[in-house]
């Protein structure tokens, strides 16, 4: 390669565009290949080695595959941690940070918290190191989800408890009835029939059970998950969900009409319909 910088941003930018490709040329440069920050903004050159060339080709050819840079470097970034991420589990996004920092805020500091459709457990994870008095429970249907959240957890020396579920047929045990402050959840919600409107990294590499609900409904796990809050929340407790941003009135609706309180449809920081807060009656 004459230079390396520039022979990756030009592999890169016909499928990525000049933004995405100039992020992930840097991420190359100085995350994997240990280039310093300030010699990748001068523009020196690398001089590879032949394991790094062969390295470097991998992961270009991945990319030009479109799977995800977090799932090739094994890890993404959220709330200051790096969690250990793979195709098992979807992949931390920058709104879901909104909402553990929201819950930071408002959460009492030795909540007992329950994290529905954990995947990596950034959520849990974060909310139990953010607020370590608290109580933090997760499930999910998938046991390679929980083997990875379970790693993440042992790593960040975390104390959330963990257990395999499906969510849609779940039956809490009697301990656990009106005993959680706070449910949070990000559920599938994707049809089948919206795949062809997808991005190719998503589609192909992110776990379809975490994306897609069964049939042609995509307020299913809402209305679960908001019924099963009924029982398991404590009075004035807390249903916080991420939501896609088509469907912030309809999961509005869907709280109220599950009989929650001070429904509120929150926007994230790029002024997309994100979250939905609803309380539990008090005298419930």
Do not use: W
């Not at 090739?72 to 709104?95: K, N, S, T, W």
């Amino acid at each position: 390669m004459q230079n390396v910088i520039a022979d990756i941003r030009q592999t890169l930018l016909p499928l990525y565009g000049k933004e995405e490709a100039a992020a992930l040329t840097r991420i190359i440069c100085q995350e994997m290949l240990g280039q310093t920050a300030t010699d990748f903004f001068l523009g020196k050159d690398i001089v590879l080695s032949a394991n790094q060339k062969t390295f470097l080709q991998s992961i270009l050819e991945r990319l030009q595959d479109f799977e995800p840079i977090q799932y090739i470097q094994q890890q993404a970034p959220f709330m200051g941690h790096r969690f250990f991420v793979a195709p098992g589990v979807l992949i931390p996004r920058p709104e879901t940070e909104e909402l553990v920092e929201h819950l930071t805020k408002i959460l009492p500091a030795d909540a007992n918290i329950f994290d529905i459709g954990t995947g990596s457990g950034c959520i849990a994870i974060s909310l139990a190191l953010a607020l370590p008095k608290a109580k933090v429970s997760a499930c999910d249907i998938s046991e390679q989800a929980l083997t990875i959240a379970k790693y993440n957890n042992e790593t960040h020396q975390a104390q959330v408890s963990f257990f395999q579920t499906d969510i849609l047929t779940y039956q809490p045990e009697t301990s656990a009835l009106q005993s959680f402050d706070a449910i949070v959840s990000n559920p599938p919600y994707i049809t089948k029939a919206e795949a062809n409107t997808m991005e190719p990294n998503v589609l192909r590499y992110e776990p379809h059970v975490a994306l897609f609900v069964d049939g042609n409904d995509p307020l299913l796990f809402y209305r679960k998950i908001a019924a099963l809050g009924k029982a398991i929340l404590k009075p004035d407790g807390l249903l916080a969900f991420e939501i896609n941003r088509a469907y912030g009135q309809e999961v509005k609706e869907v709280l109220h009409e599950q009989g929650y309180q001070q429904v509120k449809l929150k926007q994230d920081l790029f002024g997309n319909n994100r979250f939905v807060f609803g309380r539990l009656k008090i005298d419930y």
